[in-house]
């Protein structure tokens, strides 16, 4: 009996161990790696700890000093250097304890990764939801940050300046192949209007998501038909284009391009896989505030079944 307590007592501390340990973290603890290998878990916890507690230079740390490029693809803000990021992170300094960024999801390595996260409006005047694509260096430092977020859902409108980016440093890829495969052939269903290819890209039960339209579509049956309706409308589907790939074999997404009837020049797909390379779970961001009301009204409506 004295054992057997002793055992209790030993399993009830590791427990609680555990669980203070995971309680110590300064943002909700609620991030989806299942799609992440442990080293990017571990690497985006200490990054995202450190952002949420405004210490820039620990930030820093998980940037390449020699090359490095941060966007945000729907601002346009755009910071190609260390020096010029760090500028920017300097400023957390000056911001309130409630000042929050949080991961979500991690779908990748430590090669390349995209990550779903949450701003909390403390610390950059609104609540911002991205997803931002992330590529690293043989070193495991971070060479290219791009961010999408829909202005919409955070409650502004945005605009084109003259001044948004062109060049996007789209030629570096970590991506693995499978990643690369999946993101390719869905973007070619996709691109050509193939309803049957893209719907057999999905797991029977995936979960497919638009976050700038609010649509959310449960299971590969509705999501053909989904697709079936939305492909020739949503700035994502026919005409676009895949220019860069980030991820491994349990997961990633690609960016895309827009046909040119669209007024948002990038936008982003986040795909987790199964173990075959199928799609469990598929969700797009894009700059859905740049978009007229009715023609947005009318996007919104396509989720609805006829």
Known sequence: MTKLFALLVAAGLSFATHASAQSSLPYPDIVDTS????????FFRVFFTAKSLHRPAEMMEHFARDKVIYIDATSGGTWPSWDALNAVFQNFLAKPPTALSYPLAIYG?????LVSFADTPELFGRELRILGAVSLDR????????????????????TLKPTYPTAFDDDIG?????????????????TSGDVAAASALFTPDAVYEDMALHTQILGRLAIARYLTRALGKVPYGKS????????????????????????????II???????????RFTTAYDSS?????????????????
């Open 35 to 42: 799609h992440a290998s442990k080293d990017a878990a571990d």
């Open 240 to 267: 676009s284009a895949m220019v860069h790939v980030v991820g491994s074999d349990q997961g990633g997404g690609y960016e895309w391009r827009p046909d040119s009837a669209f007024p948002m020049r990038r936008g």
């Open 290 to 306: 740049l978009i007229d009301d009715p023609t947005y009204q009318a996007l919104v409506l396509l989720a609805a079944e006829q």
């Open 109 to 113: 390595d430590r090669q390349s990764a």
């Open 174 to 190: 970590n991506s693995s192949a499978r990643i690369a495969q999946t993101a390719k052939a869905l973007q070619s269903a996709f």
């Open 139 to 158: 070193d495991g430092k971070i060479i290219r940050w791009m961010d999408y977020w829909d202005g919409r859902s955070s409650n502004v409108r945005n």
């Open 270 to 280: 986040a795909l987790a896989l199964d173990e075959h390379g199928q799609i469990m």
